[in-house]
């Protein structure tokens, strides 16, 4: 069977690939039947919300992998060793600082408070109204971000597969929606955990088929690197070059930390586990887990750019799009063997389900505390926040995003716990930013890494006049290109990538910023406008700051340092009142805020006879007592 730039045609799905597909959602489903039926007797929003607070760090961290390295993640990383350079690696790095910070710093902080909405900690430390904000933020930007990810791996797919589009998201959402709203977060952590290993799975199938099927590592990496794609040092300050290794790690780490630190599907997790230890351990078994994915995504794009170095299947008009590579690649590699690429679609609705079943979750779960009980319905039972929680999931499913925006907000609440007066302007700001650069187009204007079309069977195309060996690269003149069958001189084509040539006006510069810097940037606007009101509307005596609400950042970092050092870097506020890594939350004044009081205790008390119910219940019925 001849790859598809020697045939001009693509492999298509057999019925066994179908059946494949359809037993994932199969087995996603039961999982959500299984635990319906297992804790039907215990219904109230901790065990349906929060997993009985008592989950096992294992299941918690690959649910986290599954959760956050979403379909698009599994697409996009192979097409960005494709398309740019290994530059990306240097990515693994942020991750390692992100998953300490959250682990250590953030985490410790949520769990103390006893947190069921991460927002929550807002209301405490500044006001209702801020708490209010910062969820209905989250809240609308995971809906688009859950659009997003339904949708585009389903076109990917349909175009290159003809797997059916409709079909797939329809069936998607409803399993989806399914076992979700029915077994809760077990469910959804068990679901994610089963399908993070299917993820892992096909990846390494493909990644061994595809590097055996263009003559191992070795020659793969020959070819990448005579390319020029091999590429790890690229140092530089300016921040709009898309990926340096400043952008990568210290711009990656407040991308990433906004996910794993502050993000309300993250946050639930965590505090699912029996301890602070347990959601700390979650935490770091998760790193592992990023990683895993992250490079053998990467040596994916390397077996792809192996195999297509001599014909661009998106030039050759093979596929539309960067995201429709890999599906291409499994199809060439893998499509001869019936069931296989079946398994690949399996494991790209994988990151799909995983992602929006956990935010699905999560928005249920901050419209019912942040929302309904702190301003409507303030005394809800136990049993009736469970239905609301069930009914809140189903109406937050995902069937069609055609309206929703192809780039993420970035602006987020990172460091809310220092300041969130900046909170509208960051918005704003990066709003500003992001459209600015949708409309001038700057995107477009980012060079790639050459291309060639020598080896492209242009008899069977319609395009035969224009057979050239052409590139894209950022010079005008001739560079040559090395492979290991042919000797070709590529004739590069300028992309117009400075400033004084593109028409963007004054504010090119900030359009023109790289992705990997929007939520550092978000997060200097909020520090820097909160400061800066802060001092001017009155800033808060440091020895009036509840500790549970602030974070000892340098007894975590430098827990060595004696006492005359470690004290005036608190800044005035008083730690040792703090019950550290014990779980338990103390009832101080921030409890109190807003006449909040009765609401909060009656919410604690319901949670507290429900506990007592159950257990009543089980030992009143159980055999063994």
Not at 115 to 127: D, G, K, M, P, Q
Not at 285 to 303: E, K, T, V
């Amino acid at each position: 069977m001849a790859y598809s730039f020697e045939s001009n045609e693509r492999a298509s799905f057999k019925a066994l690939d179908y059946v494949l597909f359809g037993l994932t959602l199969t087995f996603s489903a039961l999982i959500g039947i299984f635990y319906a039926i297992k804790d039907r007797k215990r219904q109230n929003t901790k065990e349906f919300l929060l997993a009985g607070r008592d989950m096992n760090p294992i299941p918690v961290s690959l649910s986290l992998v599954a959760s956050f390295m979403s379909a698009i993640s599994l697409l996009g990383t192979p097409a960005e060793m494709y398309n740019y350079s290994t530059m990306y690696w240097y990515i693994g790095l942020s991750y390692l600082l992100v998953i300490a910070a959250a682990a250590h710093v953030f985490v410790p902080v949520f769990y103390r408070l006893r947190c069921t909405s991460a927002y929550e900690y807002l209301e405490y430390r500044f006001s209702r109204g801020v708490r209010t904000a910062g969820s209905l933020t989250f809240c609308i930007q995971m809906i688009l971000y859950m659009a997003v990810v339904m949708y585009a791996p389903s076109v990917a797919l349909n175009a290159v597969t003809g797997f059916p589009l409709w079909w797939s998201i329809i069936a998607v959402g409803i399993v989806c929606t399914f076992y979700t709203s029915l077994g809760g977060m077990k469910a959804v952590l068990w679901t994610d955990t089963f399908q993070v290993l299917v993820m892992f799975g096909s990846l390494s199938a493909v990644a061994i088929k595809g590097m055996d099927e263009v003559g191992g590592l070795k020659n793969a990496w020959s070819h990448f690197d005579i390319s020029g794609r091999v590429v790890w040092d690229d140092f530089s300050f300016d921040p709009k070059v898309r990926h340096t290794v400043w952008a990568l790690v210290v711009g990656g780490w407040f991308m990433w930390i906004a996910i794993y630190g502050v993000n309300q599907a993250s946050v639930q997790r965590a505090c699912s586990c029996s301890s602070l230890k347990e959601a700390q351990i979650a935490m770091w078994i998760n790193f592992p887990g990023m990683c895993l994915i992250l490079y053998i995504s990467c040596f994916i794009g390397i077996a792809m750019y192996s195999l297509y170095r001599t014909c661009d299947p998106i030039k050759f008009g093979l596929v539309a799009a960067s995201d429709q590579l890999l599906p291409l690649f499994v199809m060439d590699v893998l499509g001869k063997v019936e069931g296989v690429p079946g398994l690949f679609v399996a494991s790209l609705f994988s990151g799909t389900l995983s992602t929006i079943s956990s935010g699905m979750n999560s928005i249920a779960l901050c419209i019912l505390q942040d929302i309904i009980r702190t301003y409507w319905i303030k005394n809800m039972t136990e049993e009736r926040a469970t239905t609301w929680s069930k009914v809140l999931g189903r109406t937050f499913s995902v069937g069609d995003d055609r309206g929703a925006a192809t780039w993420r907000l970035r602006a987020r609440n990172v460091l809310s716990m220092v300041q969130h007066r900046g909170l509208i302007v960051s918005l704003v700001f990066m709003f500003w930013i992001g459209i600015g650069a949708y409309i001038t187009e700057v995107r477009n204007t980012i060079p790639k890494a050459p291309v060639v079309l020598s080896g492209c069977n242009w008899n069977l195309t319609t395009t035969a006049a224009t057979a050239t060996v052409s590139a894209i690269n950022m010079s005008t003149t001739a560079t040559p290109y090395i492979t290991t069958d042919i000797i070709t001189t590529i004739n590069s084509v300028n992309v117009t990538t400075t400033v004084a040539e593109h028409d963007g006006g004054i504010f090119f510069p900030l359009y023109s910023l790289s992705y990997m810097w929007y939520s550092a940037t978000a997060v200097a606007v909020v520090v820097g406008v909160g400061l800066i009101v802060s001092f001017i509307t009155g800033a808060n005596k440091p020895s009036e700051v509840d500790p549970n609400l602030q974070i000892p950042l340098f007894d975590i970092l430098f827990p060595y340092l004696p006492e005359v050092i470690l004290k005036p870097l608190r800044c005035g506020v008083v730690y040792d009142e703090v019950k550290r890594g014990d779980g338990n939350r103390r009832h101080t004044a921030a409890d109190l805020k807003n006449s909040d009081k009765d609401n909060f205790l009656n919410i604690e008390m319901a949670e507290q006879k429900s506990d007592a119910k159950q257990t009543s219940h089980i030992t009143e019925t159980s055999p063994m007592v």
